[in-house]
């Protein structure tokens, strides 16, 4: 049993899916009998007295992030994590975001010799290429690689995105892809009575959007995508999840849209499921759960080729898969589904049988053991698999080196991944 401490500026009841897989982190951690604290900023909505006593919790002032009032940056806490980890010394620090809080975090383990391990969560470049701050991003890079390196490790949710932050000069780069809760997203919780709700009749094709409502998620795309369906079908409805800074705008501009707001649990689950078609535009992904939980719920998916999508999704077999960034394949594809209704039922259910295979469990196995290995083993955990096991390429092969990495160079097989991180066009050099 170890006593892990995560440090994250984003956890439940925040709405996010960093808070969602931190949350499923930590409960699979304490599930397994260790000892996991959390460290994040107060969240003064939510945090009662008795959420303040809790010993497991440690809150720290913040404020909140520009456009997202409900997510708080925290500010550095050096005096609040010295004395913490010194009366009570964790046997390894998590630092899930990379903001004043998770530097301080870094700081204060490395003069206390704590094994810390990170977490890459955020597309920061594409975040600040839609909010009009792209020429901060060399600045971003710098600070990240700097911050990311400074750790045993880093933990990104997919091998492409490794691929990227290896290009751009991080280090010690494992993959902790994220799993599904194939027990609350499944089709056996459709309701007729929520279509209904909808406008939908019985006969009805139902195209869904869950997600955050905000201008890095590309959610026009799907309202288009939308217009083109209904052009060849009139037994349309198109029903949108979430919530943020662009819902207002996209409410009044689109009133024959059904905006539901923000859903969890049970509720979350039924919207999945009474669907049909789910569309996912977004081109800042480090992953995208929901790739997977409408996967799970049954629907036939329609995603860029990158991320989630590229990890789970077979092209044609279980979703349909948009080379990253071609907004008029994936108008086309989302058009073709709505052509052949019969066609999306058959990739729903195959996707279905997928995706109740890919469980939390082994992601918290693979979790469990990257933080609790021995520091000094981080060349072997650098060449380890998504969920743990020692894979066949380390041995080598074309595009491989002897350590099992991807080589970058003209030789590698074609990475299909969005452009991230990259820093080439930007005149960074690795």
């Known amino acids: 049993m170890k006593h892990i401490c995560v ?23 304490r599930a397994r009998g260790h000892v996991v604290s959390v460290v994040r900023p107060r969240q003064p909505a939510v945090d009662g007295v008795r959420r303040r006593a809790d010993v497991g919790l440690a809150l720290v002032p913040g404020l909140p992030v520009p456009g997202y009032r409900q997510v708080r940056l925290g500010w550095p806490a050096g005096r609040v994590l010295r004395d913490r980890w010194t009366e009570r010394r964790p046997d390894v620090v998590y630092v899930a975001t990379e903001g004043p809080l998770g530097w301080s975090a870094l700081r204060i383990a490395r003069r206390l010799a704590i094994p810390l391990f990170s977490g890459f969560h955020t597309n920061f470049h594409g975040y600040a290429r839609h909010y009009g701050a792209g020429w901060l991003w060399p600045l971003v890079l710098r600070y990240l690689r700097r ?42 919780r459709r309701s007729e009575a929520l279509r209904q709700a909808w406008g939908a009749a019985a ?11 905000a201008p890095e998620k590309n ?10 369906m209904q052009r060849v079908s009139g037994s349309l409805r198109c029903v949108i999840v979430g919530d943020g ?33 789910f569309l996912f535009p977004s081109e800042t992904e480090t992953f995208g759960n929901v790739t997977l939980e409408a996967m799970a719920s049954g629907l036939a998916v329609v995603a860029y080729d990158y991320a989630a999508a590229h990890m789970h999704i077979r092209h044609g077999e279980r979703g349909v898969l948009v080379p990253y ?38 992601i918290v196995e693979r979790f469990e053991k990257l933080l609790t290995k021995e520091s000094g083993d981080v060349g072997i955990r650098r060449g380890m698999d998504v969920v743990g096991r020692r894979p066949r390429s380390l041995r080598r092969g074309p595009g491989r080196t002897q350590d099992g990495h991807d080589r970058l160079d003209a030789a590698s097989p074609s990475v299909h991944a969005a452009p991230l991180p990259v820093p080439v066009a930007l005149g960074e050099s690795p």
């Open 7 to 29: 440090v994250t500026e984003t956890y439940p009841p925040e709405i996010n899916g960093v808070a969602f897989t931190l949350a499923r982190l930590v409960d699979g951690l």
């Open 203 to 213: 006969g009805d094709l139902v195209v869904l959007y869950v997600g955050r409502l």
């Open 325 to 362: 960034g071609d907004v008029g394949a994936f108008i086309e594809a989302a058009v073709a589904l709505a052509r052949s209704p019969q066609v999306g039922r058959e990739t729903g259910a195959r996707a279905r049988v997928y995706a109740a295979g890919v469980d939390w469990s082994s």
């Open 245 to 277: 800074p662009s819902r207002a705008a996209l409410e009044g501009a689109h009133p024959d849209l059904r905006f539901c707001g923000v859903q969890t649990g049970e509720h979350l689950a039924a919207h999945y499921a009474s669907a049909d078609v």
């Open 219 to 228: 959610v026009p795309l799907v309202i288009e995508a939308y217009r083109a």
């Open 147 to 188: 911050f990311h390196n400074r750790t045993l490790g880093t933990l990104v949710p997919s091998p492409g995105l490794r691929r990227q932050l290896h290009a751009a000069g991080f280090t010690n780069l494992s993959v902790l892809a994220r799993g599904v809760d194939s027990r609350l997203f499944t089709p056996r």
